[in-house]
């Protein structure tokens, strides 16, 4: 006959068996203490941390990358640690894209042109008129000069 207390107590236990282990040493209360100490009382980050260990030369039987690491205070692997104990961490840059202009321009403005063009006294000015149709085909250009 099938008990549902018993499946649910059979189904958590193979739950728990499933899944990576972790790498930590469940024993290596050393590297926790110290984790800790630096942590709560130095303000170290683990980035810090990690290369106080490397540079003096401690060996502990636990050796995790900086990742596992702070995965490892998000899991409370470390009792009196939590992220909100850790240095500020900056925020990423964010690349913003910048405005590209859709078409060249073609040129100087008419609106931008010296006011001496406008009397027409001086010979050799040239104006010019582009258009562009509804598709983009083709350019029309009129040319005239004084």
């Known amino acids: 006959m099938y008990s549902y ?43 810090a941390i990690m290369e106080e260990i490397k540079r003096d030369g401690m060996e502990y039987k636990t050796k995790i990358c900086l990742t596992t690491f702070y995965n490892y205070i998000k899991a409370g692997v470390f009792p009196n640690v939590v992220l909100a104990d850790l240095p500020y961490r900056r925020k990423k840059k964010i690349k913003r894209k910048q405005k590209v202009q859709k078409r060249f321009s073609k040129g100087t403005s008419i609106d931008k042109r010296p006011k001496e063009i406008e009397t027409r ?7 010019m008129d582009s258009v562009v149709g509804a598709q983009g085909e083709g350019e029309k250009t009129v040319a005239c000069f004084n």
């Open 5 to 47: 207390d018993k499946g649910q107590i059979k189904y958590e236990e193979n739950k728990r068996k499933c899944g990576r282990k972790r790498i930590m040493h469940e024993k290596d209360e050393e590297f926790i203490e110290y984790v800790e100490m630096m942590i709560s009382d130095y303000h170290y980050s683990p980035a």
């Open 121 to 127: 006294e001086e010979v050799g000015h040239w104006e």
